[in-house]
């Protein structure tokens, strides 16, 4: 599988952008879906994700009531919503895929990864 993120950019803060990530070839729908993020100096952390299905979600804190994560299998795309941005939600943003039946939050659990789009939000 291969992924392809976009939708990052210059955002200020309040605003509402939203990711894309494409999925090549005939298997995504066999894999959990999730989102990443990595601020610099920091750590790469969860953000959100998603099963194979779209019927469960699972939220890092810091995303909770603010960030969206959906699918679309017959498009192969997964998205991130993400509202009310801050500062501090500033860094490169990942999708990754992982073959599990349930989503992880533990990014040497995921399988595949994208190059990476960068979010930055200006106060």
């Known amino acids: 599988v291969q992924l392809q993120a976009s939708g990052g950019g210059l955002v200020q803060a309040g605003g509402s952008p939203r990711l894309s990530c494409a999925a090549s070839?005939?298997?995504?729908?066999?894999?959990?879906m999730g989102w990443f993020r990595q601020a610099p100096g920091k750590e790469r952390e969860f953000v959100a994700g998603?099963?194979?299905?779209?019927?469960?979600?699972l939220y890092a804190d810091s995303a909770k009531g603010r960030f969206t994560i959906s699918r679309d299998n017959a498009k192969n795309t997964v998205s991130l919503q993400m509202n009310s941005l801050k500062p501090e939600d500033t860094a490169v943003y990942y999708c990754?895929?992982?073959?599990?039946?349930?989503?992880?939050?533990?990014?040497?659990?995921?399988?595949?990864w994208g190059q990476g789009t960068q979010v930055t939000v200006s106060s």
């Open positions: 990754a895929a992982y073959r599990g039946v349930v989503v992880t939050t533990t990014d040497r659990e995921y399988d595949y």
């Open positions: 070839g005939r298997t995504f729908s066999r894999y959990c």
């Open positions: 998603i099963t194979r299905t779209g019927g469960s979600t």
